[in-house]
């Protein structure tokens, strides 16, 4: 398999979840720019749910920065060692699967002696590195959760008609 830039590799998880989220019948938006922490928009009659998309060649997803609201999503993609015909791996966490997650992860450094400072959802080293390193092991359980998005919306939907 061809090893895509950065920027193509964004592109294509960005791109294959909205089509998996329409494939579910979700009307799902890409938002532009490069310094953003929205990558798709799903707007139902009531509100906007938010997905945040981070894609990977490699053995983990660098640097990561989760949800901040309630109605936040992040959906990983895995394309490593994918042939484009094979269907990829996604994994979806909503606010309280992120911070169980970082909660993991502040845990695996203290138990190292390396104490990590949380500051507005951002997980902060004491060398200023931010975010967490994300490994599939962590997130295994998650994979194919699209549920979690779609009863989000649906819930709005009832609240919305109700």
């Known amino acids: 398999m061809a090893i895509l830039s950065k920027e193509m590799l ?8 909205a089509s998996e989220l329409c494939r579910r019948g979700l009307y799902s938006q890409l ?5 953003k922490r929205t990558d798709i928009l799903v707007e139902t009659a009531t509100r906007v749910v938010r997905i945040s998309v981070k894609a990977k060649q490699g053995s983990e997803w660098p640097a990561v920065n989760g949800p901040v ?10 394309f490593r060692n994918k042939q484009p015909q094979v269907k990829l791996d996604f994994y979806v966490l909503n ?4 911070d169980k997650l970082v909660e993991e992860e502040l845990a695996r450094h203290k138990e190292k002696g390396r104490i990590l400072q949380v500051e507005n959802g951002i997980v902060i080293s004491p060398d200023g590195f931010k975010g967490v390193n994300v490994k599939v092991a962590y997130i295994e359980s998650h994979q194919g959760c699209w549920e979690k998005i779609t009863s989000e919306i ?3 939907k009832t609240e919305a008609t109700s």
């Not at 964004?10 to 979840?17: F, I, K, N, Q, R």
């Not at 938002?31 to 310094?35: D, M």
């Open 95 to 98: 606010l309280a699967d992120w």
């Open 69 to 78: 609201r309630p109605d936040d999503f992040i959906v990983f993609v895995d």
């Open 154 to 156: 649906e819930s709005s």
């Open 10 to 17: 964004g592109l294509a998880g960005e791109y294959a979840v």
């Open 31 to 35: 938002t532009l720019g490069n310094h």
